[in-house]
Nanobody, 122 residues
Framework: VQLQASGGGLVQAGGSLRLSCAAF????????MYWFRQPPGKEREFVAA????????NYADSVKGRFTISRDNTANTMYLQMDSLKPEDTAMYSC????????????????WGQGTQVTVSS
């Protein structure tokens, strides 16, 4: 599957953005999906995950209550609604897919898309 992330941009602290991840392939609805981010000069970190049918989600503590992950299997697209953004959310955000149907945070996803930059100004 090929993944393409979009929706990043520059936003003021407290603002919102919605990221999208379009998947090109016939088996999107069997994959668990993930969002990761890499802040400037730091390691890549997990942000959120959703299982194959959207029934189970998982979030990093740093974004819990502010970010919402969702998916539309009819449109082969995953989303990340980011509210109450903080300057520390500034990062390159990437989407990823796992051939496992359920979330497996200990496993590296199989497929990765290119990133979309999110910059939050104070």
């Amino acid at each position: 599957v090929q993944l393409q992330a979009s929706g990043g941009g520059l936003v003021q602290a407290g603002g919102s953005l919605r990221l999208s991840c379009a998947a090109f392939g016939r088996t999107f609805n069997t994959y668990a999906m993930y969002w990761f981010r890499q802040p400037p000069g730091k390691e890549r970190e997990f942000v959120a995950a959703i299982n194959y049918n959207g029934g189970i989600t998982n979030y990093a503590d740093s974004v819990k209550g502010r970010f919402t992950i969702s998916r539309d299997n009819t449109a082969n697209t995953m989303y990340l609604q980011m509210d109450s953004l903080k300057p520390e959310d500034t990062a390159m955000y990437s989407c990823a897919a796992s051939v496992a149907t359920q979330i497996r945070r200990a496993q590296t996803p199989n497929y990765w898309g290119q990133g979309t930059q999110v910059t939050v100004s104070s």
